[in-house]
């Protein structure tokens, strides 16, 4: 028979803290553990974990480069075993509709909720299939779920702000300053419209511009070229610096030693690209 009522079973995409974009997602899984007697993740591959005491991570294998139907066998074997020993009060799946979709059911006929997490543009005949079998859809903005649903919950990111702060008098930067420095902490990737930044602080010779963050495929190392052509062409290149990827430590103090901090974003396909400062 099961042995817990208040345990979290969590589905996602990576357990990693060193991981450049999904390394957050321990952060997520540390805190949540604080008010579950137990987390048990199914993700899609792992790599360095420094989960909690109460939380039990396994892998469908993607990172022993297991086969699709390896992972997929993988994942009901995994789902089945945890379901057998433990009576979870809920489902969260962090940007895992292919999981909800899945477990969906397994879960069902033990009543167990779904809660999906999903904050992209991209829609997909797989993503409406997972918003069908969950209960709460969550996601960061009000634009950032791209179908229409009373199921919709908007939390804002998850990100924790305290890092960011300056955690000493040296790291405070001064407003009145003449040099300016202006951080944007994303991967080199178009959607994040570093070229857009580029030329937003090209003709103001007293910023400086930091990108943290790197380039996760072939496409944003080639597009990572192409930043540095423009500041070069722009007679910017010696006031952009691509720190590329950071532990979050360092970025946390690059960031709070920014005068601002820099994202463009698109809400919208078709839409220009907006730069906000913070």
Known sequence: MPAERDALLLFNLAMDTDDPALGFA?????????????????T??????????????????????FSERRRALEFYRLLSARLAETAYTACFAHMMPLF???????????????????THRQTSRLLRLALAVSRRVVTAAP????????????????IDTALFAPKTAADTVDPAS??????????????????????????????????VGAALDES??????????LARELGAHERVTFAGRQD???????????????????PSRGSRARIRAG
């Open 220 to 229: 944003g190392a080639a597009y990572r070229r192409q930043l540095e052509q």
């Open 143 to 158: 634009d950032s779920f791209p179908i229409p649903t009373p199921k919709k919950r908007v939390l804002g990111h998850g």
């Open 178 to 211: 003449a040099d300016k420095t202006a951080v944007q902490v994303a991967r080199i990737a178009p959607i994040k419209h570093q070229a857009t930044l580029i030329r937003a602080i090209a003709d103001i010779s007293n910023i400086r511009a930091v990108f």
């Open 26 to 42: 321990t952060a997520w899984v540390n805190r949540l553990a604080a008010h579950f007697e137990r987390i048990d993740v199914i």
């Open 100 to 118: 909800a979709v899945m477990g969906a059911p397994l879960l069902k006929v033990r009543g167990i909720p779904i809660t999906l997490w999903y």
């Open 44 to 65: 899609m591959r792992t790599g360095t974990l420094e989960a909690a005491p109460n939380v039990r991570i396994y892998s469908i294998g993607k990172e022993r480069g």
């Open 248 to 266: 979050v430590a360092l970025t946390g103090r690059l960031a709070g030693r920014r005068w601002i901090t820099l994202r463009a974003r698109c």
